[in-house]
Nanobody, 125 residues
Framework: VQLQASGGGLVQSGGSLRLSCDAS????????IGWFRQAPGKNRERVSC????????YYAESVKGRFTISRDNAKDTEYLQMDSLKPEDTAVYYC???????????????????WGQGTLVTVSS
């Protein structure tokens, strides 16, 4: 299984980016997806996730109302739409998958099975 996160880049504060997560050897439509980020010198944190079992989504308070998780069924691709970006959103963003019966809002990052290599998002002020 390989995950690929892409779509990062340099954007000005207030701008938007859409991250994509693609997989080989795995059908994303069948698993829980998590988006995480790690800023320099900080621990990796959960940004958003979607529980495949019931479609419930979770957003960290810091991104709620600005980020949206979605998917393209035809492409089996997951997206993280990021709007109104702030300099504090600067980080390497990762997508991860989990085959779990639990809601993603209660899952820790250690319960995710596969991780993409990360894509860098830089928001300038």
């Amino acid at each position: 299984v390989q995950l690929q996160a892409s779509g990062g880049g340099l954007v000005q504060s207030g701008g938007s980016l859409r991250l994509s997560c693609d997989a080989s050897g795995l059908t994303l439509a069948k698993v829980t997806i998590g988006w995480f980020r790690q800023a320099p010198g900080k621990n990796r944190e959960r940004v958003s996730c979607i529980t495949r079992r019931n479609g419930n989504t979770y957003y960290a308070e810091s991104v709620k109302g600005r980020f949206t998780i979605s998917r393209d069924n035809a492409k089996d691709t997951e997206y993280l739409q990021m709007d109104s970006l702030k300099p504090e959103d600067t980080a390497v963003y990762y997508c991860a998958t989990a085959d779990s019966g639990y809601g993603c809002n209660v899952m820790t990052q250690y319960e995710y099975d596969y991780w993409g290599q990360g894509t860098l998002v830089t928001v300038s002020s």
